[in-house]
């Protein structure tokens, strides 16, 4: 499998079918027992991920939270490139000073993925980071995800079990199977960029979430077969 | 009438009926003053041996105190060396277990044998009855990270010291307070044995040396009088404590799961 640089592919597939260890694997977090992970020139050291839940520090405010990956790769901080990542999920600087544990769940996850950015990454991994919000929070997060991606320019891989998400983030879906777990099908997403909301209304989109959908169960049911 | 009111004013009205009883029982029985003295005679030696009751509690609290806070600095550093390698902890955990189990009143003659009488064996007993709780929830603290944010730090190749001071240390905070707490009031049992045994020398006089001279003296008024300043001590401490470490928990809530 192939990701093109400064794509977006999301990978979609059943619990237990190895998305996020396909993400480990890329990040760096576990080894391969088998096969090659490559990257392009120059994008190999820097890496970032954002976990199913926010892994924020409840002892640092948001400002620190954000600085840490800075202060661990010992890198000089600015406080300029923490502001534009923070400005960048839209996240007020009424908050900034904050605590964790006084943000919602939503604005916990801005925070998560403002950190992940901080490092200016040139591959961003992102793990089922918005299966605990409310569907509203959800949508809102993915265009803000899209905007992001579109003003860094990272390679973003996307992992989620909802198919509706996995069709208005990526320029590809991925659909996996498991035991053993692979990736079956990619299927190419042709909707515009930038997509914005409204875009969930049009027919080509519930075409194409439709057709994503019929995929994916057509790939369990072989599975089942099997 | 409020909550906190009567929090305070049910167990003074308690109290006022219990000294009454004590009173009325001591008259009606004609008790010796040497088993039971009446409360009129511990209050009056509250007030004639005030000065030496207090400079008592005084010397108690000071070694109680230093103590503690040997045992919170030395605790904390024999955790960090625990966490730093299971070949550390496996060899040495059963000992600090065995520190636990001794008896502190079989090892005090010991201490004092070493250390001879005074203010040092005083506070080495105290170190050794409140150091236990702090090793083992510092441990804990600092052993039982939460997996994402190790992975966090393992994303970002964090040093081993970056994983102590960023990571471990400020994990093990509630642990750490936690066994501060239990520490607290240990040390004010380990001042008062401590002095029971080797409180004897001419400067040092705390509550513990009183309790053993009067209960021997048969001065059983004032033997009084320091069990209740003992326990008021104790008290006070455990107060202290938990007053600092609600300040401290406050910053360090760990429920991020609350919205």
Same mark, same amino acid.
């Given at each position: 499998m192939d990701i093109p640089s400064g794509g977006f592919l999301t990978l979609l597939g059943p619990s237990g079918c190895g998305k996020s260890t396909i993400l480990r694997l890329i990040a760096g977090l576990t080894s391969p027992s088998n096969g090659k992970i490559q990257f392009g020139e120059g994008a190999t050291t820097n890496r970032s991920f954002v976990f199913q839940d926010p892994t924020l520090l409840p002892w640092r405010t948001v400002w620190q939270n954000v600085e840490l990956p800075l202060t661990l790769r010992n890198n000089s901080t600015s406080d300029g490139q923490i502001e534009n990542v923070l400005k960048l999920v839209a996240l007020d600087s009424a908050h900034w %000073?904050?605590? !964790?544990? %006084?943000?919602?769940?939503?604005?916990?996850?801005? *925070?998560?993925? =403002?950190? =992940?950015?901080?490092?200016? !990454?040139?591959? $961003? $991994?992102?793990? %089922? !980071?918005? =299966?605990?919000?409310?569907?509203l929070r959800r949508q809102q997060l993915n265009e803000d995800l899209l905007e992001i991606w579109a003003e860094q320019k990272c390679t973003t891989v996307f992992v989620t079990h909802n198919v509706g998400e996995a069709v208005f983030l990526g320029q590809h879906v991925a659909i996996?199977?498991?035991? !053993?777990?692979?990736? *079956? %099908?990619?299927i190419p997403i042709p909707l515009q960029h930038p997509r914005i909301a409204a875009i969930r209304t049009q027919q080509e989109f519930t075409a194409l979430v439709s057709h994503v959908s019929s995929q994916l169960c057509r790939h369990q049911a072989d599975e089942v077969m099997a | 009438m409020s909550a906190k009111i009567s929090r305070i004013l049910w167990p003074a009205v308690l109290f006022a009926v219990l000294v009454?009883?004590? @009173? #009325?029982?001591?008259?009606?029985?004609?008790?010796?003053?040497? +088993?039971l003295p009446s409360p009129s005679a511990v209050f009056d030696v509250f007030v004639t041996e005030f000065r030496t009751l207090m400079s008592a @509690? /005084?010397?108690?609290?000071a070694a109680a105190g230093l103590g503690f806070f040997i045992s919170v600095v030395a605790g904390v550093t024999i955790a960090i060396l625990f966490s730093q390698s299971t070949l550390i902890r496996m060899s040495c955990y059963p000992y600090a277990i065995f520190l636990q189990t001794m008896p502190i009143v079989a090892v005090a003659p010991l201490i004092v044998l070493w250390f001879g009488f005074g203010f040092q064996s005083v506070t080495t007993v105290v170190v050794i009855i409140s150091l236990f709780p702090i090793i083992t929830n510092a441990t804990t603290g600092m052993t039982s990270l939460d997996p994402g944010h190790v992975e966090l730090f393992k994303l970002y190749n964090a040093s081993r010291w970056q994983l102590l001071f960023k990571l471990r240390l400020p994990? @093990?905070?509630?642990? +750490?307070?936690? /066994?501060a707490r239990i520490s607290s009031g240990l040390a004010v049992v380990g001042a008062i044995v401590g002095e029971f045994f080797a409180g004897a020398t001419d400067k040092l006089k705390g509550l513990g040396y009183y309790v053993q001279s009067t209960g021997s003296l048969l001065k059983t008024d004032m033997l009084f009088a320091c069990i209740f300043l003992s326990a008021a001590l104790g008290v006070a401490i455990f107060l202290?404590?938990?007053?600092?470490?609600? /300040? +401290?928990l406050r910053t360090w809530t760990f429920? #991020?799961? &609350? &919205?």
């Amino acid at each position: 499998m192939d990701i093109p640089s400064g794509g977006f592919l999301t990978l979609l597939g059943p619990s237990g079918c190895g998305k996020s260890t396909i993400l480990r694997l890329i990040a760096g977090l576990t080894s391969p027992s088998n096969g090659k992970i490559q990257f392009g020139e120059g994008a190999t050291t820097n890496r970032s991920f954002v976990f199913q839940d926010p892994t924020l520090l409840p002892w640092r405010t948001v400002w620190q939270n954000v600085e840490l990956p800075l202060t661990l790769r010992n890198n000089s901080t600015s406080d300029g490139q923490i502001e534009n990542v923070l400005k960048l999920v839209a996240l007020d600087s009424a908050h900034w %000073e904050k605590y !964790p544990r %006084e943000l919602s769940g939503g604005m916990r996850m801005r *925070v998560s993925i =403002a950190r =992940a950015l901080v490092t200016n !990454p040139q591959v $961003l $991994l992102l793990d %089922e !980071p918005f =299966a605990a919000l409310d569907e509203l929070r959800r949508q809102q997060l993915n265009e803000d995800l899209l905007e992001i991606w579109a003003e860094q320019k990272c390679t973003t891989v996307f992992v989620t079990h909802n198919v509706g998400e996995a069709v208005f983030l990526g320029q590809h879906v991925a659909i996996m199977q498991s035991s !053993p777990g692979r990736i *079956v %099908e990619t299927i190419p997403i042709p909707l515009q960029h930038p997509r914005i909301a409204a875009i969930r209304t049009q027919q080509e989109f519930t075409a194409l979430v439709s057709h994503v959908s019929s995929q994916l169960c057509r790939h369990q049911a072989d599975e089942v077969m099997a | 009438m409020s909550a906190k009111i009567s929090r305070i004013l049910w167990p003074a009205v308690l109290f006022a009926v219990l000294v009454i009883i004590w @009173a #009325l029982a001591v008259r009606v029985f004609d008790v010796k003053a040497y +088993i039971l003295p009446s409360p009129s005679a511990v209050f009056d030696v509250f007030v004639t041996e005030f000065r030496t009751l207090m400079s008592a @509690a /005084g010397a108690t609290a000071a070694a109680a105190g230093l103590g503690f806070f040997i045992s919170v600095v030395a605790g904390v550093t024999i955790a960090i060396l625990f966490s730093q390698s299971t070949l550390i902890r496996m060899s040495c955990y059963p000992y600090a277990i065995f520190l636990q189990t001794m008896p502190i009143v079989a090892v005090a003659p010991l201490i004092v044998l070493w250390f001879g009488f005074g203010f040092q064996s005083v506070t080495t007993v105290v170190v050794i009855i409140s150091l236990f709780p702090i090793i083992t929830n510092a441990t804990t603290g600092m052993t039982s990270l939460d997996p994402g944010h190790v992975e966090l730090f393992k994303l970002y190749n964090a040093s081993r010291w970056q994983l102590l001071f960023k990571l471990r240390l400020p994990s @093990a905070v509630p642990h +750490i307070v936690t /066994g501060a707490r239990i520490s607290s009031g240990l040390a004010v049992v380990g001042a008062i044995v401590g002095e029971f045994f080797a409180g004897a020398t001419d400067k040092l006089k705390g509550l513990g040396y009183y309790v053993q001279s009067t209960g021997s003296l048969l001065k059983t008024d004032m033997l009084f009088a320091c069990i209740f300043l003992s326990a008021a001590l104790g008290v006070a401490i455990f107060l202290l404590v938990s007053l600092v470490s609600r /300040g +401290i928990l406050r910053t360090w809530t760990f429920d #991020l799961n &609350n &919205n």
